[in-house]
């Protein structure tokens, strides 16, 4: 699976940006789609994920009701509506793909990932 995220930039808090990424190459079949994100000096961090097929979806809790992950699976496409954006959200966001074999929120459940798109929130 290749992925391709973009939709990054820069966004003063409070406002939106959607970040979008693209997947190319095998079925998605009992995948699942994640967003995580990396500030600099700090550890890569899960922030959401969905079930290609179902659309289940899973939120880490720092952006739980300000973020939604969805798919469109004709475009093989998932996205990450972020809204009231904070400072603190401020990142590397990367999108991957797994199994999920290790939990939805487990880096090591993801087998694919993309590169990074930067989003930076002024305060």
């Known amino acids: 699976v290749q992925l391709q995220a973009s939709g990054g930039g820069l966004v003063q808090a409070g406002g939106s940006l959607r970040l979008s990424c693209v997947a190319s190459?095998?079925?998605?079949?009992?995948?699942?789609m994640g967003w995580f994100r990396q500030a600099p000096g700090k550890e890569r961090e899960f922030v959401a994920a969905?079930?290609?097929?179902?659309?289940?979806?899973y939120y880490a809790d720092s952006v739980k009701g300000r973020f939604t992950i969805s798919r469109d699976t004709a475009k093989n496409t998932v996205y990450l509506q972020m809204n009231s954006l904070k400072p603190e959200d401020t990142a590397v966001y990367y999108c991957?793909?797994?199994?999920?074999?290790?939990?939805?929120?487990?880096?090591?459940?993801?087998?694919?990932w993309g590169q990074g798109t930067l989003v930076t929130v002024s305060s």
């Open positions: 969905i079930y290609y097929i179902g659309g289940t979806t």
């Open positions: 190459g095998r079925t998605f079949s009992g995948r699942i």
């Open positions: 991957a793909a797994g199994s999920g074999g290790s939990g939805w929120s487990a880096i090591p459940s993801y087998d694919s």
